[in-house]
């Protein structure tokens, strides 16, 4: 297959939510000699971009996102490491992105905090998914200890929203806040909730929050700490 | 009348299917919590990892130990919903972190007040038999928010409460003491009060919760088992993928509560859900609702329990024990007073079109026909004299109407504001007897907790629903 073949495959499997397919194509675009990141970006970034496009416009199911999601991940694990060899970050920013992820303390819904963590995945994201009930001190704790430069929460509950507070407060006594961006959601989340707690920024959906946390990366996050 | 979501064959073979999981798969909780510590010493392994296997006899003896009838009762003795087959109680839906203020208009976060009038207007609904915490009150303060939402509940209604949004012990040890405090001053016979706990689909309990729903069972005091898996997300993406789900860790659950409390009350509450497709949000308008509703009831009956469900008309020709039904909007988040009103119409209508009606030489009207013979009518007949109070009289839904009643009610508005009047109304007038003084003396005592009572809150509580 030439280029224009390969990138036609591996969009026709993204969006057939073929992992398998999708990690064979990227594997056999890398043997043709394409560059890594072209792959990247006209192979599968697109492609992405083109589902959640489709979703949006309500053409696909959640379903057939996530999955279009997970053949992003497989077709990404096998660029990574001529990626990381190119010392190319997807993002473009200067260090990988790593994100701690959690549902906050007390709140155990993680329905919509799987949804955004798939999708940040897809993106290159390296997501350090904590689970639910997370207390503020777990939050420090994974952002030191795996480098992170975003954190992500999610509360459902409006009896837990307000630890939310409580982990960007450990966040600034542990002096970590300034290395990360901070997202919040969840639906009872709102900016003006989101700006009152000093977090980065909110989004009601995943491809909300995926736009949400490109442009959170693409401030000038100061990197790994 | 009935109609079978299920065969005999069907009920059996989903039970089979969920035994098969809660012991191939089981239940996970966290390894190191108070609630597995709990059920090690019962004799249950909890694997390293969390897993609790839970063998099929286990389940069925488990099982044999709850009573089949469940007593939910007023607080003054009175209006005790009894939970025993025979009868369809409706609850209220809850519980909205926002609220339609009825006078403004405005959609804002939901307060005690809130809580105060939807639980006064609940009283005055007579279709309505248990108030279920319709809001969650943000101005009252953590830890105590739920325990001032239940006093502020028992307040303004006589009716059996159910608290939804309970999910942690020390929550549920104040609410408990509240409800001895009702008891002991004679005013309750029977649980003024339950709890609703909810297995985390797939397959997953909350310790937090578990905790909070034993310390109830501890009590006496009902627990709604829970579970409300989502097909497609929580569950497998078809209607008795979604039953299959509920159904299991709604019998694993129940077990885990009768190995602890053999006997405590439990009520099987079944709320197979689907997702919207698009988001992964619950969808209430997804048709298959309401007979994995349906099917819910007939699951929770063939393990002889009490069952609650939501689904409306489909579940209810099955007979549920409870049925949740009403006032909440976009997926039960908001609190809307007017939609409250209208739904209880609903209800009405709903609770008569699945009424049986008997045929017999009366309600035939044989000689009724002979009398007015071909051509003619019924209007002045004896007869129809003696039937026509069973007639539905629609307020809130559009009645057929002479043109000019049409534009004249126009003016007025829509029937929407009809029933917004008529919910100002009813909140403003209706009376609720007082709590019994010594019994609500030492309930302030347990909502007021450690820290000294907020002014603010209680001048929201100005008649005439009092917080
Ligand atoms: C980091 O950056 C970001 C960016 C965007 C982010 C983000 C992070 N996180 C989310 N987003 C955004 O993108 C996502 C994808 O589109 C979106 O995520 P969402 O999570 O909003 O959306 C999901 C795709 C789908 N939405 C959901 O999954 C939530 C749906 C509802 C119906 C819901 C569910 C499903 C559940 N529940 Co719960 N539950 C309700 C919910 C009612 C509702 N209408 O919201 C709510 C939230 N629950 C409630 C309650 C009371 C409870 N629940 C409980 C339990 C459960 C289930 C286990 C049954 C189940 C969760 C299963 C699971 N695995 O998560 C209990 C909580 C226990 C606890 N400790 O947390 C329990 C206390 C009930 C009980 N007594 O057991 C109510 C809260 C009331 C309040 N005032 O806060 C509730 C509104 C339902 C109700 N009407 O009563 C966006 O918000």
Redesign the interface.
């Known amino acids: 297959m030439d280029g224009a073949a390969l990138y036609g495959a591996i969009r026709a499997a993204v969006v057939e939510g073929d992992a398998e397919r999708a990690g064979a194509l990227a594997g056999e675009a890398l043997r043709a000699g394409l560059d890594p990141l072209e792959i990247l970006d006209r192979g599968f970034t697109s492609s992405l971009r083109h589902v959640g496009s489709c ?1 949006e416009k ?1 053409e696909l ?3 057939e996102m996530m999955l279009a999601a997970e053949a992003v991940k497989a077709g990404l694990a096998v660029l990574k490491p001529r990626l990381s060899a190119a010392g190319a970050s997807k993002a473009g920013g200067a260090a990988p992105l790593v994100c701690v992820m959690g549902t906050v303390a ?1 709140d ?1 819904h993680d ?2 905090k799987n ?1 955004v963590g798939t999708l940040l995945e897809a993106i290159g994201v390296r997501v350090v998914d904590l689970g ?2 997370v207390e503020a001190s777990r939050f420090v704790g994974a952002v030191r200890e795996h480098g992170a430069n975003l954190v992500g929460m999610s509360a459902l ?3 837990t929203m ?1 630890a939310m507070r409580q982990v960007v407060e450990a966040l600034e006594a542990a002096g970590l806040r300034r290395g990360v961006r901070i997202a919040v959601g969840g ?2 989340v709102t900016k003006a909730f989101a700006q009152e707690i000093g977090a980065d920024g909110t989004a009601a ?1 995943g491809m909300g929050a995926l736009r949400l946390f490109q442009s959170l990366a693409a401030k000038e996050v100061p990197g790994a700490v | 009348m009935r109609f079978e979501a299920l065969t005999g064959q069907e009920t059996k073979t989903v039970h089979r299917a969920a035994l098969q999981i809660l012991e191939e798969v089981g239940l996970h909780l966290p390894p190191a919590s108070t609630l597995a510590g709990r059920l090690r010493e019962a004799g249950l392994q909890v694997t390293p990892e969390g897993r609790l296997h839970l063998p099929a006899s286990f389940i069925e003896a488990a099982l044999a130990k709850a009573p089949r009838v469940v007593r939910l009762g007023g607080r003054d003795g009175r209006e005790t919903a009894v939970l025993d087959g025979r009868r369809t109680f409706i609850t209220t839906d809850g519980c909205g972190a926002w609220t339609i203020d009825p006078e403004s208009g405005e959609r804002r976060a939901s307060t005690l007040d809130d809580v105060a009038r939807s639980a006064r207007l609940t009283d005055a609904l007579e279709h309505y038999q248990v108030y279920w915490m319709m809001v969650s009150a943000g101005d009252a303060p953590l830890p105590l928010r739920t325990a001032r939402e239940y006093l502020t509940a028992a307040r303004n209604t006589t009716k059996h409460v159910q608290m939804i949004d309970v999910h942690r012990p020390e929550e549920a040890a104040a609410i408990v003491k509240m409800a001895r405090a009702l008891r002991e001053s004679g005013a309750a016979t029977d649980a003024p009060v339950s709890m609703l706990n909810s297995v985390v689909s797939p397959l997953r309990l909350d310790p937090g919760g578990c905790e909070a729903a034993l310390a109830f069972a501890a009590a006496g005091l009902p627990v709604a088992a829970c579970s409300m898996p989502i097909a497609s997300v929580t569950a497998p993406a078809t209607a008795p993928g979604s039953l299959l789900m509920s159904h299991a860790e709604i019998i694993g659950f129940t077990a885990l509560v009768q190995t602890l409390y053999p006997g405590a009350p439990v009520i099987y509450t079944g709320f197979p859900a689907f997702a919207d497709a698009r988001t992964g949000i619950t969808n209430y308008r997804d048709p298959r609702r309401w007979w994995a509703a349906a099917a819910a009831t007939q699951m929770g009956q063939s393990v002889r329990l009490p069952v609650f469900t939501s689904g409306e008309l489909a579940s209810l020709l099955e007979h549920p024990d409870m049925l949740c039904f009403g006032g909440l909007l976009e997926v039960s988040t908001v609190l809307s007073f007017e939609q409250l009103v209208i739904d209880h119409e609903i209800v009405r209508d709903m609770l008569l079109s699945a009424a049986p009606q008997p045929v017999d030489d009366e309600t035939l009207g044989v000689d009724a026909v002979r009398e007015v013979g071909p051509g003619g009518h019924f209007l002045s007949r004896r007869h129809t004299l003696r039937h026509i109070r069973e007639f539905v009289v629609p307020k809130f839904s559009e009645p057929a109407r002479p043109v000019e009643r049409a534009e004249q009610d126009a003016a007025r508005g829509s029937p929407g504001d009809a029933a917004r009047r008529e919910a100002l109304r009813l909140i403003a007038t209706h009376a609720v007897p007082p709590i019994d003084a010594r019994a609500a003396a030492a309930m302030e005592r347990v909502a007021d907790g450690p820290e000294p009572a907020r002014p603010e809150t209680r001048a929201r509580s100005s008649p005439p629903a009092k917080s």
Do not use: R, V
């Open positions: 979703w309500g199911y959640l379903p007390g155990i329905i919509g949804i639910t009930d509950l409006t009896s307000p639906a009872p959906d």
